[in-house]
């Protein structure tokens, strides 16, 4: 076995599978072509474009797995069973062999390495309309960036490969320090998209095209990437102004269009429905069900088995339950108002049993359903059924947001505190939700509202792990575990649980680098400090 199977991504791969697509997600299989035939024809550079796309499909399961599940979002019930959730989710030091880590870093490295080939193949191919080769190249720029963002995250100490490389040269390539990847790669990539990106994406036959990247994500995920060097670990306090002037413009278009915005708490129940997809969200990655395996596969991982009267579909059965502190605020009457996210982002019916079925195990905490068109909540919104045209466990059509409007929005209320700005962006999320507005305040009062704002509206989308690290807060997820050790009716401590607090050290703000990875060749890689 070649030791070169285990740095997919990082040199130039010998074959490429393209789909041919009247829409983004109307497939049709083609057959596997080397890339120096390949890449010749505008409508080719289309469909390699498609198939960049098509790396994103198992991000949705990453931010699942990798940031939701790792988060004080998330119980994580101890089942008997080894599973990966459990381990990440337990802060178990010995996770370097874990498949999903592995799968991960070959997934992100796959699509930076689509993405090296595309963007030197296409630059010497002519368009009709330079203006759309522009274009298609601005979209691969950001999805590299988007894979080299999350890979620096996930890892921070990691190789850096902008252009398609040898075998020999991928074994040669060391690691890069996080401010590197962030100023060589993410930074310069995202710049290029939102210089040559519009908000109307077409194809090169003219045709509007949805779920592509446009300006406004560009400048949105640049805004993201500056706040996140403007925190834990970095601390460049510089880069929140460039943020802040970038979230403006993005609110400010948003507006302006009238775009992204669900006006009242009703209609937000709807954004979590499939038939909405690619009107709510700036940037999502694109699903669909029919057996074409372009499902969205993290719903099979994310709840607990169910009943038929929720799906007709096999889930899993991970025991990943949604916090009770976070629960309990999500329930919290307000006023005698309950926030209206509530029933539509996590099951507070502990279980619904209608047909009879073998009760479940059940801890009697509350599972997210945010993701999950289960066939009460598509009535009780008056739309049809969708289990019959679920083919398997892997194949929800619902989309995965990478980012949303109201996300910008608390992200420049935290940066311009409790300014008239930073309160009119919180009590517009706020006030849809049923909950009252709230006054002037101290800008520490202000940003433990941002932070509660940010929970309950961003709640499983893969955002509250990363909010912690640059927050540099990983004692939030101790105090998590602390708690569901300690019995509050007999004041008992399951030691145990207990443990899992323990495990959780400073330092694991960031993964191990996979096993695989460690062992391509020796002394290449040098393993994060917290998993040696």
């Known amino acids: 076995m070649k030791m070169i199977k285990y740095i997919v991504g990082l040199f130039i791969v010998a074959t490429l599978s393209f789909t041919s697509c009247s829409d983004f997600l109307d497939v049709e299989s083609r057959n596997t072509q080397t890339t120096d035939t390949f890449y010749k024809t505008e409508g080719q550079a289309d469909q390699a474009l498609t198939g960049i796309y098509h790396d994103l499909l198992p991000m949705s399961l990453y931010s699942l797995m990798l940031s939701e599940v790792r988060s004080d979002n998330t119980y994580k019930e101890n089942d008997g069973a080894q599973r990966d959730f459990s381990?990440?989710?337990?802060?178990?030091?010995?996770?370097a062999n874990l498949s999903v880590l592995s799968n991960a870093w070959d997934d992100y490295y796959k699509l930076v390495s689509d993405a090296n080939t595309f963007l030197e193949k296409v630059e010497k191919i002519s368009f009709?309309?330079?203006?759309?080769?522009?274009?298609?190249?601005?979209?691969?720029?950001?999805?590299?960036?988007?894979?080299?963002?999350?890979?620096?995250?996930?890892?921070?100490?990691?190789?850096?490969?902008?252009?398609?490389?040898?075998?020999?040269?991928?074994?040669?390539?060391?690691?890069?320090?996080?401010?590197?990847?962030?100023?060589?790669?993410?930074?310069?990539d995202l710049e290029f998209a939102c210089a040559n990106l519009n908000n109307s994406p077409k194809n090169y036959l003219g045709k509007a095209v949805e779920g592509h990247a446009t300006q406004i994500a560009a400048k949105a995920l640049l805004g993201r990437v500056y706040l996140t060097m403007a925190g834990f670990p970095l601390n460049d306090g510089s880069k929140k102004d460039l943020a802040r002037s970038l979230f403006k413009e993005v609110i400010d278009y948003a507006d302006a269009n009238k775009k992204y915005w669900a006006k009242d708490s009703e209609e937000w129940k709807r954004i979590w429905i499939s038939d909405n997809d690619n009107k709510y969200h700036i940037f999502e990655i694109q699903y669909q069900n029919g057996g074409l395996g372009l499902g969205n596969q993290m719903l099979f991982e994310a709840c607990p088995s169910l009943y038929s009267a929720y799906t007709i579909v096999r889930i899993f059965g991970n025991h990943i339950y949604c916090e009770r502190r976070l629960s309990e605020e999500f329930q919290k009457i307000y006023n005698e108002k309950m926030d209206a996210r509530c029933l539509a982002t996590i099951d507070t019916t502990k279980f619904v049993n209608t047909d009879g079925a073998t009760p479940i195990k059940y801890t009697g905490d509350d599972f997210f359903i945010k993701f999950l068109e289960h066939k009460m909540k598509r009535s009780q919104l008056g739309y049809s059924d969708i289990d019959n045209s679920i083919v398997d466990v892997k194949d929800w059509p619902i989309n995965h947001p990478i980012i949303r409007l109201e996300d910008v929005m608390l992200m420049y209320a935290e940066i311009v505190g409790p300014?008239?700005?930073?309160?009119?962006?919180?009590?517009?999320?706020?006030?849809?939700?049923?909950?009252?507005a709230i006054p002037a305040c101290s800008d520490a009062e202000f940003q433990k509202y941002v932070e509660r704002e940010r929970r309950l509206e961003l709640a499983f989308e893969g955002i509250r792990w990363h909010d912690l690290v640059r927050h540099n807060n990983l004692q939030a997820i101790r105090d998590m575990y602390t708690r569901y050790a300690t019995n509050e009716e007999t004041g008992q401590v399951n030691a145990d649980i207990l443990a899992f607090a323990q495990n959780v050290k400073d330092n694991m703000y960031i993964y191990p680098i996979p096993e695989a990875q460690m062992k391509v060749k020796e002394g290449l890689y040098k393993q994060n400090e917290a998993y040696k």
């Open 87 to 95: 381990s990440i989710g337990r802060f178990e030091k010995n996770i």
């Open 128 to 188: 009709a309309n330079e203006d759309i080769k522009k274009q298609y190249m601005a979209e691969v720029h950001f999805l590299r960036a988007l894979a080299y963002f999350d890979l620096v995250r996930y890892w921070e100490h990691i190789p850096i490969v902008t252009k398609t490389i040898s075998q020999a040269e991928a074994l040669a390539l060391p690691q890069s320090e996080a401010k590197e990847v962030y100023e060589q790669v993410i930074i310069p």
């Open 419 to 436: 300014t008239t700005e930073g309160l009119n962006m919180v009590n517009r999320i706020r006030t849809r939700a049923g909950m009252d």
